[in-house]
């Protein structure tokens, strides 16, 4: 630990998610201490996110985590839009990135396994303690440093407080932030299978949308199985969704087929677009999906938490052991908020509209631009930074 870290320096962050870990990682590499409180007994490895952008791998390189990443991920340089009766509508390749990113694609992998390798990187650092069992039920601030209750009733003090606590942030409400957007009226319903879309969509690659109206539906690869995400109809029953019949019913509407699919895992989940007005409340700050949440087409969500929790990571690094006048901590969320807001936002939402619209003016439109951006080599490369994400960060956007 640096000499001149106090205990009221300590960064008690909450959540042990691709957004907290990233920050605790930032921390280690720096000496100082931190405690991240985790809710669950053990990391999870639940089914979430499984696109990692390309400026996500820059940054993640220097923990390692990248390499671990690489080695158990499949490499995606390009994604395609479709229908199934038309064929390939547009297809775009990060390879056209490659002089502004170590990593020119998207790397499919699941995000639990990011997890393991930031728990990796932090474990071998004194200065961090991760723990878990250690749901945090409310918090408070006062001049001098943070206290956080625990569910088993045991208080924690520390000088700074990140709610990297998911988007349900017990953070958010203890710093009284609200979470300001709109929650769209139909679920997201994730099936993974292990049957081979490839050989039945001719040049499929590893990332497709497919734009079919109201039964639009996307196809990812991830490392062990496709995934096919379907909307839900607004006011479905849950127990209706998930029964068998209807899972094979949405497969058969991807690809019909006489034999049944067999079916890995399914899940559902609703999906927000959400942005919480601050994100700094005094000594409290919030990250990842605790200060934003947004809809899965684009694949920005976790991508974007771990943004954040490098900018707030090494800010609070200067702050903490550089001398930094705290002022600076301010300038988190007035870099990181108009991402969410304005960037991925407007992308997912556009992305999604162009998927599901059943207007005929509209789709031509989404053709037509589909068309002219892959023509034209510097409307490419401008939809191709935005899309990477690159574009969020102002990488590349001075020779777009
Ligand atoms: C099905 C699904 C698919 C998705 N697909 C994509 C995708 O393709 N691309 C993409 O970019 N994003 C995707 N997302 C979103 C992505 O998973 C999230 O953006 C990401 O997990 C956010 O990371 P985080 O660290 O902010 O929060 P989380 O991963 O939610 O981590 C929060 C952690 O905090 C813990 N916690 C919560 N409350 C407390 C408490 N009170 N005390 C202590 N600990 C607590 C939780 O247990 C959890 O471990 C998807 C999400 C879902 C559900």
């Known amino acids: 630990m640096p000499e001149s870290q106090g205990q009221s320096d300590r960064v008690l962050i909450v959540g042990a998610g691709p957004a907290g870990l990233t920050i605790a990682a930032c921390l280690a590499e720096a000496g100082l201490e931190a405690t991240v409180l985790e809710a669950e007994p053990a990391l999870p490895t639940n089914l979430r996110a499984s696109t990692f952008h390309p400026p996500t791998l820059d940054m993640l390189d220097r923990f390692g985590a990248t390499q671990k990443l690489l080695e158990q991920g499949l ?44 728990l ?19 918090a408070m601030q006062d001049e001098d440093g943070v206290t956080v209750r625990l569910a088993n009733g045991e208080t924690v003090r520390g000088g700074w407080l990140v709610g990297a606590d998911g988007a ?18 139909e679920a997201f319903l994730v099936i993974s299978t292990p049957f081979p879309f490839e050989e039945h969509f001719k040049n499929l690659c590893l990332v497709n949308y497919f734009a ?36 094979q019913a949405r497969l058969c509407q991807v690809l019909p087929r006489d034999e049944p699919y067999e079916v890995a895992h399914t899940t559902l989940y609703r999906v927000h677009q959400r ?3 601050r994100y700094r409340e005094g000594r409290g700050f ?39 006048a705290p002022v600076l901590l301010d300038d988190y969320e007035a870099e990181r908020r108009p991402v969410a ?3 991925v936002n407007r992308i997912t939402i556009a992305n999604k509209r162009n998927l599901e619209t059943n207007d005929p003016a509209e789709q031509a439109a989404f053709r037509a631009m589909l068309r002219e951006t892959q023509a034209d080599p510097a409307k490419r490369r401008r939809y191709l930074l935005q899309a990477s994400m690159l574009a969020s960060l102002g990488i590349g956007v001075s020779v777009a």
């Not at 990796?120 to 409310?138: C, G, K, L, Q, T």
């Not at 109206?213 to 479905?236: I, N």
């Open 75 to 118: 490499i995606a340089p390009t994604f395609q839009y479709r229908t199934r009766s038309e064929g390939i509508l547009g297809e775009f390749d990060f390879g056209e990135l490659r002089d502004v990113t170590t990593w020119p694609f998207r790397l499919q992998c699941e995000q639990y396994k990011l997890n393991f390798a930031l």
């Open 168 to 185: 349900r942030s017990v953070v958010r409400e203890a710093l009284g932030i609200p979470f300001e957007g709109f929650t769209w009226p």
């Open 286 to 324: 919030l990250a990842g999906d605790a200060a934003h949440i947004n809809n899965p087409l684009g694949g920005m969500g976790m991508n974007g938490g771990i943004h954040d929790a490098f900018n707030l990571g090494e800010k609070l690094v200067q702050v903490i052991a550089g001398g930094a």
């Open 275 to 277: 942005v919480a007005p």
């Open 341 to 343: 807001l304005d960037y």
């Open 120 to 138: 990796d990187y932090i474990d071998a650092a004194p200065s961090v303690d991760v723990r878990f069992d250690a749901a945090v039920e409310s």
């Open 212 to 247: 079919e109206a109201e039964d639009w539906f996307f196809l990812l690869r991830a490392p062990d199985f496709w995934r096919v995400m379907v909307p839900t109809k607004d006011g479905d029953d849950e127990a209706d969704i998930f029964a068998p019949d209807s899972v």
